[in-house]
């Protein structure tokens, strides 16, 4: 059974680096095809892709937030961590991990952790 | 970057109602469209891939159609546990993109 969950700092400063780390189980990402992403969510607004690793380290990010994104995983700790620069209150929201197979769509997804961004 | 735009944005409906929800591409996408249901304080839950395949679990009232750049999901008699935000995503080419969700309210 597939699982996935977000942890990390709930509240992070301006300018300040956020690092989220998705823990996972039931899937191995040494698996062909296999990838982790993270999406993000702002209060009442809709789901936004950020970045997507797969299993042979081939690596994908938002254009828009490529500049501040670098993900990475940790196959022996079935771990995918998110690093994002230079935090702003915009980026305030729920940022999600989900799996996904291939070019399918994100098939489980975490529970997500509700970063705020605030001085 | 592929947009994709949901309409309408929010629907109101009765329990036993057929709702359509609409999702279009700003670029031919085939069949890499999937649809996904959220509700409050929830994460999403895939509900349909391939455009037109319904995920396991997911009841037959679901259902889902469309090639190239427009696309459908119809709930064929609306239920209580229905209530929710549905959103669409290309999985076409990246950037990945979400549409802007349509919220499926009480009547």
């Known amino acids: 059974q597939i699982s996935l969950k977000e942890s990390g700092p709930t509240l992070v400063k301006p300018t300040q680096t956020l690092t989220l780390t998705c823990t996972f189980s039931?899937?191995?990402?040494?698996?062909?095809?296999?990838?982790v992403g993270w999406i993000r969510q702002p209060p009442g607004k809709a789901l936004e892709w950020l970045a997507l690793i797969y299993w042979d380290d081939d690596r994908r990010y938002s254009p828009f937030l490529k500049s501040r994104l670098t993900i990475t995983k940790d196959t022996s700790r079935n771990q995918v961590i998110l690093t994002m620069t230079n935090m702003d209150p915009v980026d305030t929201g729920t940022y999600y991990c989900?799996?996904?197979?291939?070019?399918?769509?994100?098939?489980?997804w975490g529970q997500g952790i509700l970063v705020t961004v605030s001085s | 970057d592929i947009q994709m735009t949901q309409s309408p944005s929010s629907v109101s409906a009765s329990v036993g109602d057929r709702v359509t929800i609409t999702c279009r591409a700003s670029q031919g996408i085939s069949n890499w469209l999937a649809w996904y249901q959220q509700k409050p304080g929830r994460a999403p839950k895939l509900l349909i891939y391939f455009a037109s395949s319904l995920q396991t679990g997911v009841p037959s009232r679901f259902s889902a159609s469309g090639s190239g750049t427009d696309f459908t999901l119809t709930i064929s008699s609306l239920q209580p546990e229905d209530f929710a935000t549905y959103y669409c995503?290309?999985?076409?080419?990246?950037?990945?993109?979400f549409g802007g969700g349509t919220k499926v309210e009480i009547k």
């Open positions: 995503q290309q999985s076409k080419s990246f950037p990945l993109t």
């Open positions: 989900a799996h996904i197979l291939g070019a399918s769509p994100f098939d489980h």
């Open positions: 039931g899937f191995s990402l040494s698996a062909s095809g296999v990838g």
